[in-house]
């Protein structure tokens, strides 16, 4: 009998909040520090996922701003395109191989390009914990 698989979508948690490329960092930041965030995703007009901001990529730029009094930048002069995504019916156990090398601590969850959802390190750990208690009962 093979396990079932542990799928994304029913461990994945709904995002709470969104950046558009014009959001200036200072919003940016704000927004990261006030609702403890590490990141959030960068959408378009119609919530397609176009890129990804984190607490690093604002550091950088606070950090070239103090040196250099540059001029303010907004959430597509920083934001990393392309992010890695990923599929709400992705299986767990790949997520987690995936998360174990030099990858991102939070995923988008992509169905038909638009974002659905975002899953962290411990949504992922949460899920294992639950597999692996659930299999002992049987």
């Known amino acids: 009998m093979t396990k079932p698989d ?17 959001t200036s960092v200072e919003e940016v930041v704000k927004t990261l520090m006030k609702n ?29 701003d103090s040196y250099y009094s540059q001029d303010h930048q907004v959430a597509s002069d920083i ?10 019916d992705t299986d767990i156990l790949k997520l987690a191989e995936e998360m174990m090398g030099k990858r991102p601590k939070m995923y988008p969850v992509v169905e038909d390009g638009e974002i659905i959802g975002i899953i ?19």
Do not use: Q, Y
């Open 79 to 88: 934001m990393r395109t392309n992010p890695l995504s990923i599929s709400p």
């Open 120 to 138: 962290t390190r411990a949504d992922v750990l949460k899920a294992l914990s639950k597999s692996r208690i659930s299999s002992k009962r049987k």
């Open 36 to 64: 403890h965030l590490v990141g959030a995703p960068v959408v378009d007009e119609n919530r397609k996922l176009i890129g990804f901001i984190t607490e690093k990529d604002c550091i950088k730029e606070m950090l070239n």
């Open 6 to 22: 542990i799928l994304v979508r029913d461990h994945m948690k709904p995002v709470t909040h969104t950046f558009k490329a014009t």
